[in-house]
């Protein structure tokens, strides 16, 4: 037999033995002893999830953003950000923490457990796929321990009688609560005796397919809101059989029924009529639910999540009179990812999931990434959209060679409801797949800002509304782009960019050190004193708009910073301070921008431009682009980037 063929049965075989390993059978009794020696083993539905949660940990502080941008994005009081989301949802922690904040005091018992767990945001935010999230880890969680042959799952000490629940509680160390379902009790009753001892038990997964303590409860027809959907109902074919009183007649196969001791999803909850909301809550305040026809009341242990969009939640809440459902409601709001390196995550992700090979360019997702994040900020006063954008990444925002000074707590606090609305990451990926579609060589910034333009004339967006999306691909982005695309080229014509910019940097700190301390330094060659070259400096410093009395303050500043974070113990470079990184790669695209214009441009080239422009293809090819995306980026950076 093959080796590939030993390799997969070998993987078959061992997922099997470990799945078998976890099957568990016995009677009551047997499980009864398993919960006192692990009293974990019981566990009510809001704790069982946030046992799945907790068990994949944190992420640790060294492995989160680093320092510096974490601490301009948080401030002092960074979210927890936990594994158990890691790689599938981006720039959304303060929701996802709500979230797990919410599982954990529910487990502890809190009012939390008594509360539906709400999500509302604007359409394609993530709603839907954090539900689809948990509900998916639900499945790959351990298997729980039920009453074997129950139609609800039910937990097993439900079989302890009321006269022993005290006693059991301080035996066992947990506190039981919940009642046997109609069916069971009927079966104790005629099937044991009442010998509840030897009821049996085993274990149960979940699962979504085979209705397995997840269910999904759509939108239901106004005109037909059967409460059997949430219930079940009584098999009327049964009725022949038994009588209607019996248990046996019930078919619990109502949302309440599958999804207990797991997760009942509500989507587009506030779809439904208020009357059939009312269930919602009673099973949620009351953890019952009225059986179908006349057998009392089943008990219900399950995580209640509901979503919508923000427009059905201001007019569900407008209406006072659903004032008690509201109040028993845990909302988080799950916005639009405000930030740029967060969005393009956002993309790869989902690039990566999907069928698409082709190429695509560099910065081609940072564009269409610009454009959602921008149309998702509110406009400020305090500055301009990619501004704010710049500042909502992490990132210093360099102004005549100072760092621009605001508040980005503020600038959020000025706008409360920012996110929720603008461009979502579907029509972004809608956008992707009909460049990539159209070309098959691969796309370029350039292509999607024309796809993404042909969009939004064609959406139905409100005119005021359709002329801002416009002015922002057609000029915001058009020269954020050709920005970057100097520095592109720049760094494809210089030989070993980053070690000029090196060079630059410390010849810099050099010079500038020495003026400051009003001292000399040692030439390199030589090792003959020197004065500090104020015209280098000067040089430098210009590409920043730093001139006459306030290079003095500029030197100083640059050298106090850096000495604090060399004391620091970290290690220095041209990145470090980002006035001093614009100057010097400003420096650099001066150097070139003269013969990158030409030999761009030029329709013909002699031999040595032949030999300038093919060695900076080569060097963007090393860079990440094809031959195509080159030729089409540099036939773009002729015609728009340098006006003669």
Known sequence: MSRIND?????????????????????????????????????????????????????????????????????????RVYNFFKGEFFGIEPALEKIVRYFHAAAMKGEESRQVLYLMGPVGAGKSSISEHLKRKLTEADPIFVIDGCPIREEPLHLVPRSLREKFNEML????????????????????????????????????????????????????QDTSVLIGSEDISK?????????????LNGAFNVGNRGIVEFIEVFKNETEYLHSIITATQEKFVPAPGRHGTIYVDAVILAHSNEAEWRRFRADHTNEAILDRIVTVKVPY???????IQIYEKMLGRSGFKSHIAPHTLKVAAMFAVMSRLHKSPKCDVITKMRLYNGEDV???????????????????????????????????????????????????????????????????????????LQD???????????????????YAYEEQAETLFHNYLDHAEAYVNKTTLKDRDSSEDMEPDEDFLKNIEEQIAIIGSSVDGFRQEVISYLWAIGRRGKKVNYKSYDPLREAIEKKLMESVRDISRIITKARTRDEDQRQKFGDLVSNMLDRGYNEYSADVVLKYAANHLWKD
């Open 173 to 224: 160390e947990v506190q039981i609560e919940g009642e046997l379902c109609p069916v069971c009790r009927h079966r104790l009753e005629h099937e044991f005796e009442g010998k509840y001892e030897k009821f049996p038990v085993t274990t149960s997964t979940f699962s979504r397919v085979h209705r397995r303590g997840i269910a999904v409860v759509p939108p239901v027809d106004p005109n037909n």
């Open 7 to 79: 390799d997969f049965r070998k993987i078959i075989e061992k997922d099997q033995a470990e799945q078998q390993s976890k099957v568990w059978s016995g009677t009551f009794l047997d499980y009864l002893e398993l919960v006192r020696e692990k009293p974990e083993t019981f566990a009510l539905a809001h704790r069982h999830m946030y046992e799945v949660i907790s068990q994949a940990g944190e992420i640790p502080e060294e492995e989160k953003d680093n320092s510096a941008r974490s601490l301009k994005l948080w401030g002092d009081t960074p979210p």
């Open 337 to 343: 990812n405000l930030r740029l390196d967060e969005e």
């Open 476 to 494: 915001t982005i058009h020269k954020a782009y050709l920005e970057i695309l100097e520095k592109e080229i720049t760094k494809a014509f210089v």
């Open 398 to 472: 360099v102004e005549k060679g100072r760092t621009k000074k605001i508040d980005l707590m503020e600038l959020k606090e000025d706008a409360p409801f920012e996110g929720m609305s603008g461009i979502s990451p579907r029509f972004i990926m809608k956008a992707i797949d009909s460049a990539l579609t159209d070309s098959q060589e691969g796309i370029t910034p350039i292509h999607i800002r024309d796809v993404m333009i042909r969009m939004v004339k064609e959406m139905d967006f409100a005119d005021d509304i359709r002329k801002y999306y416009l002015e922002l």
């Open 239 to 251: 009725l022949d059989k038994y009588s209607e009183g019996d248990p046996r007649v019930l078919d």
